[in-house]
Structures are given as structure tokens and as C-alpha cells.
T-cell receptor
Framework: DSGVTQTPKHLITATGQRVTLRCSPRSGDLSVYWYQQSLDQGLQFLIHYYNGEERAKGNILERFSAQQFPDLHSELNLSSLELGDSALYFC????????????FGPGTRLTVT | GNSVTQMEGPVTLSEEAFLTINCTYTATGYPSLFWYVQYPGEGLQLLLKATKADDKGSNKGFEATYRKETTSFHLEKGSVQVSDSAVYFCALANAGGTSYGKLTFGQGTILTVHP
């Protein structure tokens, strides 16, 4: 158990819908990272938050957004969902912004039908 | 930009065989290097890391040495077990620029160990 929790574990929704994925980092960690894992793209970095502020963006679509709240949990919002958004979404946490090791949650499997 | 290339899999071995999974990288500056393992249906677990040239990371019998001259971080284990069957990811993280802190992953190598 990494100490990072993600909910829900599975999510099935229809095209055009909007979903919210939730992540709670390890106790004491200030950084939260979001990654997408799909068969064709592999593991791709989406976005990084540190202590409530966005620090870096990767290959994140405009339909996707995220935020980190004062209690340090983070939410990833996916809207206008398309079939190609079906993937595993992981969040990871680390103590700070340096390239510390990151600890991953169990992931949310999103299926868009 | 940063990139990581892993040997193509899948890799199939018999129990107690020697394992090598090759990993090479392209990055600016002095990245930190990691190996993560993903068991079926689970998230990624950190296996080992190295933060500077010639560092050797080790854990659970696995080892990898940060080779700056060859930009490599190959994973090795002297005697694999059935329980090592998983997907292994090589990754790097930079300390500067727009890629600050994020992990760049290789494509993953599927390892299957037979009794």
C-alpha cells in the first residue's frame, strides 16, 4: 500500500459525459501528479500540482482540468468524453517539487461507451 | 525533450534464470532514474532509483547502475522467481525546465517467469 488513494476504482460512462476522479496523496506529500495509461500511448504525464498551485502541464487535453485543494487532495475533471479517453488514470504523490520518487495510487479505470 | 527507450518484450524466462531489461535515455542535465513495477490490476510500485552517475540502485534482488557515459540504466536480477512476473517501467525525472519533476516513462517490458 503506497498510501495514495484514488476513487472510484472503476467508472463506466457514455460519450459526451463529464466525470471527476479523486486522489488523496500520502500524508505529508505536497505534490500530486496525474498520469494516463493507455495501450497505444503508454504512460503519459498530464499535470502536476504543488501545494495547491499548478506547476507543469503535459499532454493534457483542453477538455481535461485539475485542481488541488487546501487539504491537498486533487481532482481530475474530464468532460465531453470520447471513446479514446478510455484508460487508466493514476495519480502519484511526492514530498516536493524536486525529482523525488513518486508513489502511485491504484488508479481509476475509465471506460467510455 | 526527454525520452526513455526500453527493450521490447515480452520477456519469458524460467525460474532462477538471469534477467536483464535494457533501458536507455535521452535527457538534458542530470536526471534521476527509476525502475517501477506494475503487477496485474495494480498501480506502479517504485522498485529502485539512482540520482547521480555511477549510483547503483537495488531492491529485492534487483539492481541497476546509472551509466552517464552510455545513458543507460539497465535492470538486472540474478535469479528470477515466478512472483517477479509483472510489467517493468524505466523512468526519468528532471530537476529543471518545463519538465520539472514529472516522470517520463519507457514503454514497459512484460516479464513472465515460468516454474
Amino acid at each position: 500500500d503506497s498510501g495514495v488513494t484514488q476513487t472510484p476504482k472503476h467508472l463506466i460512462t457514455a460519450t459526451g459525459q463529464r466525470v471527476t476522479l479523486r486522489c488523496s496523496p500520502r500524508s505529508g506529500d505536497l505534490s500530486v501528479y496525474w498520469y494516463q495509461q493507455s495501450l497505444d500511448q503508454g504512460l503519459q504525464f498530464l499535470i502536476h500540482y504543488y501545494n495547491g498551485e499548478e506547476r507543469a502541464k503535459g499532454n493534457i487535453l483542453e477538455r481535461f482540468s485539475a485542481q488541488q485543494f487546501p487539504d491537498l487532495h486533487s481532482e481530475l475533471n474530464l468532460s465531453s468524453l470520447e471513446l479514446g479517453d478510455s484508460a487508466l488514470y493514476f495519480c502519484a504523490s511526492s514530498p516536493g517539487v524536486l525529482p523525488y520518487e513518486q508513489y502511485f495510487g491504484p488508479g481509476t479505470r475509465l471506460t467510455v461507451t | 525533450g526527454n525520452s526513455v527507450t526500453q527493450m521490447e518484450g515480452p520477456v519469458t524466462l524460467s525460474e532462477e534464470a538471469f534477467l536483464t531489461i535494457n533501458c536507455t535515455y535521452t535527457a538534458t542535465g542530470y536526471p534521476s532514474l527509476f525502475w517501477y513495477v506494475q503487477y496485474p490490476g495494480e498501480g506502479l510500485q517504485l522498485l529502485l532509483k539512482a540520482t547521480k552517475a555511477d549510483d547503483k540502485g537495488s531492491n529485492k534482488g534487483f539492481e541497476a547502475t546509472y551509466r552517464k557515459e552510455t545513458t543507460s540504466f539497465h535492470l538486472e536480477k540474478g535469479s528470477v522467481q515466478v512472483s517477479d512476473s509483472a510489467v517493468y517501467f524505466c523512468a526519468l525525472a528532471n530537476a529543471g525546465g518545463t519538465s520539472y519533476g514529472k516522470l517520463t516513462f519507457g514503454q514497459g517490458t512484460i516479464l513472465t517467469v515460468h516454474p
